[in-house]
Structure formats: structure tokens, C-alpha cells
């Protein structure tokens, strides 16, 4: 299982990339495994969220899932590709198969997310 060590991660398996008040999300390689083969994936590009609200669904063969935003702020970029070729976010969950970006309104809530340590330990890896 692959968890990078410079990302952010929640309990429900999204990660966050963040660079100046941008922030990267998608999913993680424990996600995607636990899903399996995912055929269809639905972001809404709303404006605004915030943390913790569903920006979307995952659906693979053996389920649907919710997508959260982990932070809050202003959705500026859907990754398309992945609504054309969803099998990316079983591929390459980290780099072509993120899901969207947010220009983040409240910087401190990174520091309520899992540490690379802290997610480790939650998927027992």
C-alpha cells in the first residue's frame, strides 16, 4: 500500500496536496484498493464547501462512496480525465487520479488531519 509521507489524510481515506493555498484532494491507495475497480466517478464543482461536506461520489464495482472535502474553501479545478477514464483513480490515486483542487479558506484545518504517521496507523499498514 502506498501512503506518501507529504500529505495530509482524513478517517474517510481522502488525501490533501497542499501548495501556498492550494490543496490537491482525491482519494488514497487504501481507498481505491478497498473499493475496487472504479467505473464512475461524480464531482460537482460547486463553489464554495466546506469541510467535511460530500464535493461528490466514487462508484466501483462493489460500491458508491461519498467524496469529502477535507478543508474548506472554493472549488477551482475538476479533474475532468478522471470522468472520462475513472480506472486513473485505481491507476495513479496520488498523481493523475486526483479528484479537485480548493483554494483554501481556513489554513488551520490542515492541522486537523491525520499526519502520514497517523494514517499509517489508522490502515494498519
Known amino acids: 500500500m502506498n501512503i506518501p509521507e507529504n500529505l495530509k489524510y482524513t ?3 481522502e488525501w490533501v496536496k497542499v501548495d501556498g ?10 481507498a481505491q484498493g478497498e473499493l475496487g475497480d472504479v467505473i464512475y466517478v461524480d464531482i460537482n464543482a460547486s463553489d464554495d464547501v466546506s469541510k467535511g461536506d460530500s464535493c461528490g461520489t466514487i462508484e466501483a464495482v462493489k460500491t458508491v462512496s461519498d467524496v469529502f472535502t477535507p478543508v474548506s474553501g472554493k472549488i477551482i479545478e475538476v479533474n475532468t480525465k478522471i470522468n472520462d477514464n475513472p480506472a486513473i483513480v485505481n491507476k495513479d490515486p496520488y498523481g493523475e487520479g486526483w479528484m479537485l483542487k480548493i483554494e483554501l479558506s481556513n489554513p488551520d484545518e ?6 502520514y504517521e497517523n494514517y499509517k496507523e489508522l490502515v494498519g499498514a
Do not use: A
Request: glycine letters at 10%; charged letters at 15%.
Open 11 to 13: 478517517n474517510d481515506h
Open 110 to 115: 490542515l492541522n486537523e488531519l491525520l499526519s
Open 21 to 30: 493555498n492550494i490543496g490537491t484532494i482525491g482519494v488514497t491507495d487504501f
